[in-house]
């Protein structure tokens, strides 16, 4: 199965800095790369993926490289906000098995006022 | 858009004893996947369901835990007996089509063995 590593598990930012989180994964195949936001005690929620056939995306402040060759994809944030604080989980999708989402451990960033 | 809902949101019990999770995905969304999220660690799918057929579970310890989905809508995961290190929090989410489309987590169903 599809094995990802998130780097690093904590990072903390002055407000208005910027903040990149890193992923690894294992299955070259692996076509969908999303990214979760937890915030404490609530449910993942989906801030932005992206597909294989695309090597950026950007969202207003959120943008995620993907770098197929050496297979590793990245979650920058831009103007660092308070409430950017939270747990950010990296995903990788399994195209050996069903296709599940294989998850980062997962790394929280604390944006400091 | 309803979201995905879970019940109940907290249990407390004690080893040995079995429990049991409910979930209910947004409607029209076809799978329906159950993790496990231990502290400090990212979601571990446990089982994924098609309608009402097992996809994937080789992941599903199954000597203690089961899941159904009863008429490919609602869902739920049994423990039988607990152990302590299922402590956890167990996710429940559903996407449309499953592979590349976005999961939609519910708020989880936090799992203290004591």
């Known amino acids: 199965g599809e094995n990802v590593e998130q780097h690093p598990s904590t990072l903390s930012v002055q407000e208005g800095d910027s903040a990149v989180i890193k992923c690894t994964y294992s299955d070259s195949a692996s076509n969908y790369f999303p990214w979760y936001k937890q915030e404490l005690g609530k449910r993942p929620q989906l801030i932005i993926d992206?597909?294989?056939?695309?090597g950026e995306k950007k969202d207003q402040r959120i943008a995620v490289t993907l770098n197929k060759t050496a297979k590793h994809f990245s979650l920058h944030i831009t103007e660092t906000q308070p409430e950017d604080s939270a747990v950010y989980f990296c995903?990788?999708?399994?195209?050996?098995?069903?296709?599940?989402?294989?998850f980062g451990t997962g790394t929280r960033l604390t944006v400091i006022p | 858009e309803a979201g995905v809902a879970q019940s109940p949101r907290y249990k407390i019990i004690e080893k040995r004893q079995s429990v049991a999770f409910w979930c209910n995905p947004i409607s029209g969304h076809a799978t329906l996947y159950w993790y496990q999220q231990i502290l400090g660690q990212g979601p571990k799918l446990l089982i994924q369901?098609?309608?009402?057929?097992?996809?994937?579970d080789s992941q599903l310890p199954k000597d203690r835990f089961s899941a159904e989905r009863l008429k490919g809508v609602d869902s739920t995961l049994k423990i039988q007996p607990a152990k302590l290190e299922d402590s956890a929090v167990y996710l429940c989410a559903s996407s449309q089509q499953g592979a590349g489309t976005e999961a939609f987590f519910g708020q989880g169903t936090r799992l203290t063995v004591v």
């Open positions: 369901f098609q309608n009402n057929g097992v996809v994937d």
């Open positions: 995903a990788a999708d399994d195209q050996t098995g069903a296709n599940n989402l294989f």
């Open positions: 992206i597909r294989s056939n695309v």
